[in-house]
């Protein structure tokens, strides 16, 4: 960026320019971003990179009609272009009468801790180094683990303007370490991965990733096949917040007032069992997925989406609470889209050991994907990370096995939450517990 | 630019580097979504930049910028060099890379009618159309549909310290189709997609009733199509599920970045035989207007016919520059990068199964109770592990050697060498309609897979209805 104009001087001058075109309505983020990213591969160094790049993201709309460009780069007649062909493609578009308006103005505090000046003041050798460590650390434990993943940081700042007067600009850092772990011995192999990440290099242990990931690996290690029952399945925090993040991504505006969401019509129906209470935070201080204000300047809030069971709110844009009558919830995008930020179930009273004590027979299901069918809500997933439990123990890991049930049924029949959670900047991750699932294994 | 490249690639070399290249790259794509009747939303896209890799002592060292700006192409130099400089107190495994012949080419590819040829409201005007068949085909029952078009085209200049000179332009447009159905009590979906290297022909080439009246009729199918059974079946793979099984259980285990980091279960295992005898699967970037095709790679190695399996036995693996260099082989073409500012990796592009001899009649005769599994939708894999899970989205209960009852919303599970050694039949048909993008470390690259029908024993489905005793499942 020259010196003499700012990301949101950029975006305005956009903004004018596509309003002289002819849009009606129009908003547009201009930003950059700087990254250093350490690769480990084999249990050593493999390579170290870094990036830095400008955008401009231009939104238009000619009677409701939207047309979009985005470019990389900040040179001005690469910008010009992009604007008009934003304001020409709008034109082209069909005129939607659902679209309403671009948000006002909404001024909100600044959500702290969203910029770290350390993590931003870090280059390549500080980098290295948490990777160095962590490659330390796992050998230390196993010197013939073999190591892979990124220590990645990121420094980004940006700028959003819009017809309607919104002109807001924002900064943030991200410190991530990533590793994943496998040990093989004779015809067996442990595998597991593990993370942390953060916008404060404070709220991270980056050097402890591998040691959880070896420590992961130890534990797949001597998996065996199960036979077909229906079982308790215990989820814990990253297979949890895997389903949690899934259902409530489900609760997209868009795809309910467009027919095609397994919870369509339930808003205000239970869906699930009442000890289920997601609350999506996009203001939590220091929170990976906070701000003020989401990607079209709309206020972000604290939203209850799902309360003791019952799906209390969707998740809105400005788009789609024109087309419902209602407010933003704040969790648009500036793609057009709806996205979630951090969400943070309510705790039980149990904590995860107990949770899992009462188990007679069960899986505990350690990390993995669960996803739904976005239309039926079926749900056909493999046991990826899953322990066999027996009267409450842990006995061995499990292979080949899958899960079969309707994303109602699991919900239903969730009976415990945990008051204990792994704890991420924003995220809180318990363990559930789910009765009566239908698991098919080999045995 | 040619000069710029050269110019970096003669700094790197004084500066101490063993090797570097230097790839500017241009890339443009337009897209149109039609949802619900209406044109919503237009869009274009596009960037520009360069990457910069130098291999420096042990160690590789990668930056990149989105400006040709000499300044700051220079400045990618300087960082490259320092990132290098800066890891090689760390490197365990010391980087290599193969002695390449110095290729000078270029290939512009033409396409039948670039994408520009056609107006945007003609595509527009044919999307619509699609969709209109599709809702006609679906009836009252639809709730949503939507019709994705997008074109664009790639430009990328490649020099290295080998003195190759590369120049590409490449094209590709891919369309996808989905209806949403209600039968007033569940909600279904109907997708289909194509894809191919080439510019606005696909619109000419898509007929609306193998793309959007198919994915109508999906959907429709499956409201009255019943929860799969769980359990250990002998399963019947269409020719999609057979290419989510190459790229998935067996592709990405034969990218040889992974096996050199041990993270492989092919590791250690060339030349053992590994399917059942007469499977052979092949990775291949020059099938003409494939999806996955290319004719350089992003390290400007000619692509080629890759052949990972033949008759059973594990023959070779997928390389770039440097994992050639450590096997002691030949780089196979496969080393792809997403954009400028991403190192190229080992990929697959085009993976498949070559036919074999069984007619599906006879494949279907001898299952006495089993499932056949059609429209795969997604998978993936853990390599450490062989592990593996394929989606289709729709099903068949086979009984008695005929198909039966259609299932709904399918997922199989299994280990990639078991599931290998368990096919016992492979189909004298083929297919290769899977277009999409592939996902490995951050990076997307266009791929497509596909196959002949095939039989594999003892797989494990998950599915909601009943579950079948141990071990009272099949045949």
């Known amino acids: 960026m020259s010196e003499s104009e700012t990301y949101l001087n950029r975006a305005s001058r956009c903004v004018e320019k596509a309003v002289r075109l002819g849009a009606e309505w129009c908003d547009v983020a201009a930003g950059s971003s700087r990254d250093i990213a350490v690769t480990i591969e084999k249990s050593g160094i493999k390579a170290a990179d870094a990036g830095q790049g400008e955008s401009v993201a231009i939104r238009a709309y000619v009677r409701g009609g939207m047309g979009y460009a985005a470019v990389s780069g900040s040179e001005p007649r690469d910008v010009d272009e992009a604007v008009e062909r934003a304001v020409a493609l709008a034109k082209e578009a069909t005129p939607d009468p659902d679209f309403r308006s671009l948000p006002s103005p909404q001024p909100a505090e600044e959500v702290e801790g969203l910029f770290d000046d350390t993590v931003a003041g870090m280059n390549v050798e500080d980098v290295v180094k948490i990777a160095a460590a962590n490659i330390q650390a796992g050998l230390a434990l196993e010197s013939d683990v073999k190591l892979s993943g990124q220590v990645v940081l990121a420094v980004s700042e940006g700028a959003l303007a819009s017809s309607a007067g919104v002109a807001l600009e924002k900064r943030g850092t991200m410190i991530e370490a990533a590793i994943e772990a496998t040990l093989r011995r004779d015809d067996d192999t442990g595998y597991f991965y593990d993370f942390d990440f953060g916008c404060h290099l404070a709220d991270c242990e980056l050097d402890k990733v591998a040691e959880a990931a070896v420590a992961g690996a130890r534990r797949f290690l001597g998996a065996r096949r199960i036979g077909s029952a229906r079982r308790t399945l215990v989820l814990g925090p990253l297979a949890a917040y895997s389903l949690i993040g899934a259902l409530v991504a489900a609760a997209d505006a868009e795809s309910i007032q467009r027919g095609r969401s397994y919870l369509c019509d339930k808003l205000g129906e239970s869906i699930a069992s009442e000890h289920l209470t997601i609350v999506d935070d996009g203001l939590i201080r220091r929170g990976l997925r906070s701000g003020a204000h989401d990607g079209e300047g709309t206020r972000r809030r604290c939203l209850t989406v799902i309360e003791r069971g019952t799906l209390a709110s969707l998740l809105h844009n400005s788009y789609t609470a024109g087309k419902a009558g209602t407010e933003s919830t704040g969790h648009g995008t500036h793609s057009g889209g709806i996205s979630p930020t951090n969400l943070v179930p309510a705790l039980g009273e149990k904590c995860a050991a107990d949770i899992l004590k009462e188990v007679t027979e069960g899986i505990y299901l350690e990390a993995g994907s669960i996803r739904a069918d976005p239309a039926s809500g079926d749900i056909s997933a493999s046991i990826d990370f899953g322990f066999y439990v027996k009267n409450g123990e842990i006995q061995s890991p499990v292979e080949s096995a899958m899960l079969g049930a309707s994303i109602f049924d699991l919900l239903k029949n969730l009976d415990a939450v945990s008051s204990d959670a792994r704890v991420e900047p924003g995220l809180l991750m318990p363990t559930l517990r789910i009765h009566d699932v239908q698991i098919a294994g080999t045995e | 630019m040619e000069d710029l490249a050269r110019r970096l690639c003669d700094q790197a070399t004084r500066r101490g580097a063993r090797f570097a290249d230097v790839r500017i790259l241009y890339r443009t794509a337009d897209s149109i979504l039609v949802q619900d009747t209406r044109a919503d939303k237009l869009a274009t896209a596009s960037d520009r930049g360069i990457g910069v890799r130098v291999l420096v002592g042990r160690c590789w060292g990668f930056a990149s ?398 599915g909601q209805a009943g579950l079948l005793p141990v071990g009272g499942d099949a045949e």
């Not at chain 2, 039968?183 to 606005?200: H, P, S, T």
């Not at chain 2, 989205?393 to 299932?407: F, N, Q, T, V, Y």
């Not at chain 2, 999409?436 to 039989?455: E, I, N």
């Open chain 2, 65 to 462: 910028a989105d400006s040709l700006n000499p300044r700051r192409a220079e400045q990618c130099l300087d960082d490259a060099l320092a990132l290098a400089k800066a890891s090689a107190r760390f490197v365990s495994d010391p980087a290599m890379i193969a002695e390449v012949e110095p290729i000078q080419a270029e290939d512009r590819f033409e396409p039948e009618i670039p994408a520009a040829a056609i107006g945007l409201k003609e595509k527009i005007a044919r999307l619509l159309e699609y969709e209109r068949a599709g809702r006609g085909a679906g009836g009252s029952a639809v709730v949503n549909s939507i019709v994705r078009y997008s074109d664009g085209r790639r430009e990328e200049l490649l020099v290295n310290t080998a003195g190759a000179c590369i120049r590409t332009d490449t094209g590709r447009a891919v369309c996808t189709c989905m209806i949403v159905a209600s039968d007033g009590r569940i909600l279904q979906r109907g997708v289909e997609n194509r894809g191919i290297v080439g510019g606005a022909e696909l619109l000419e080439r898509t007929d609306p009733d193998e793309f959007s009246v198919r994915a109508a009729n999906k959907a429709l199918g499956l409201l009255k199509a019943k929860p799969a059974p769980a359990g250990r079946f002998t399963v019947i793979f269409h020719p999609s599920i057979t290419g989510l099984l190459v790229h998935e259980a067996l592709g990405h285990n034969a990218e040889a970045d992974a096996v050199w980091a041990s993270e492989s279960i092919l590791e250690g295992r060339l030349g053992d035989e590994l399917a059942a005898p007469g499977v052979s699967i092949y990775d291949d970037s020059t099938l003409p207007g494939e999806f996955g095709s290319f004719a350089y790679d992003s390290e400007g190695t000619p692509g080629r016919r890759r052949p990972i399996i033949e008759n059973g036995r594990l023959v070779g693996f997928l390389h770039s520059l440097e994992t050639a260099a450590k096997f002691h082989t030949d780089p196979t073409g496969s080393a792809r990068a997403e954009s400028y500012d991403c190192r190229p990796i080992p990929r697959m592009t085009n993976t498949f199964m070559a036919p074999g001899d069984v007619p599906f009649g006879q494949m279907l005769r001898g299952v006495e109770r089993g499932i056949y599994l059609e429209d795969g939708h997604w998978g993936y894999v853990f390599v450490q592990k062989g592990q593996f899970i394929c989606h289709a989205g729709r099903a068949h209960m086979i009984e008695k050697g005929k198909i039966g009852e259609p299932l709904r919303d399918v997922s199989i599970a299994s280990m990639t060498l078991d599931t290998l050694k368990n096919i016992d039949a492979v189909g004298a048909d083929f297919e290769m309609k899977m277009p999409g993008m592939c996902g490995k470390d951050g990076q997307s690259a266009p791929t497509d897979c596909g196959g002949p029908h095939v039989r594999v024993r003892d797989v494990v489905v998950g």
